[in-house]
């Protein structure tokens, strides 16, 4: 049944790109009939991707350098303003801790460490500002909104109890070992399908030869929904240690999304 869901789920996702890119097409010929000119074009889009904790009970340790690339349609209304639109496929995460119960013994309260490995498929839409040419280069500055799907959800996960009930509602800490890293599992119910972000960026364009330029590019692209999905664990306090309410320890749903600074290198013709 499991492996039904994940071809379901990935039939899904691939029409969903599909989808996402004759949406693009249609949106990007319906309005450049308007606009003055239009450009297409390319590119690649390395990024450094963190996830943020919004509910301060999971910690986030560091930061992941991802790949990814893109499709750009800019539509241009004047010679300094254009509607940005195209299609992101990109990868983002991180690394997290958080307290979950140990399931083999409630004696025991166990560190989850998890590297978030997470692929989204976006339609951005942004307002592009351009300066006059200056020479051959053209400088550029973008906001607006993203919303993406996402297509691939894996983790690499090891666990460890940290935490023991040595007397009734009292819990002292506890190390002995661990087990070993579990490269690339599946978490696709643990991730909420869409995202939506907010997108501010800026960068030049060179011309290279009549209407083929050069572009690069930095942007910042934040995630300002909650990632995960009915992902269970346990409140802790300023310490990180386990918040106790009546002798049990309170737990709650994880909250946080993910957030990235990518710099784009591609074409434009």
């Not at 983002?92 to 004696?107: F, I, K, S």
């Not at 009546?246 to 909250?255: E, I, Y």
């Amino acid at each position: 049944m499991s492996t039904l869901m994940r071809t379901i789920q990935t039939s899904l996702r691939s029409t969903t790109i599909l989808v996402a890119f004759s949406a693009v097409f249609s949106v990007f010929f319906s309005v450049q009939s308007s606009a003055q000119d239009f450009k297409m074009g390319l590119a690649i889009t390395p990024n450094t991707g963190w996830m943020v904790s919004t509910d301060y009970d999971h910690e986030t340790l560091g930061a992941k350098v991802n790949f990814g690339f893109e499709f750009i349609a800019d539509v241009l209304f004047s010679e300094n303003y254009a509607l940005g639109l195209g299609v992101n496929i990109f990868n983002t995460g991180g690394d997290v801790r958080y307290l979950v119960q140990d399931l083999e013994d409630d004696d025991f309260l166990m560190n989850v460490d998890r590297t978030y490995r997470l692929q989204y498929v976006e339609l951005p839409l942004t307002f592009k500002m351009r300066t006059n040419q200056i020479g051959y280069t053209t400088v550029f500055g973008r906001f607006g909104l993203g919303l993406g799907m996402n297509i691939k959800a894996e983790a690499d996960e090891a666990t460890y109890r940290s935490y023991e009930e040595v007397s009734n509602g009292v819990w002292s800490t506890y190390d002995v070992g661990g087990s070993p890293i579990s490269d690339r599992i599946p978490i696709d119910s643990d991730i909420k399908l869409f995202r939506a972000s907010m997108i501010i960026g800026g960068g030049i364009e060179r011309t290279l030869s009549g209407e083929t330029a050069l572009v690069v590019g930095l942007n910042y692209n934040a995630s300002f929904t909650n990632t995960h999905k009915d992902v269970k664990l346990i409140n802790v306090d300023n310490s990180q240690s386990p918040v106790v309410v009546s002798n049990d320890v309170s737990t709650g749903d994880m909250k946080g999304h993910d957030s990235f600074i990518s710099l784009s290198l591609g074409i434009l013709f």
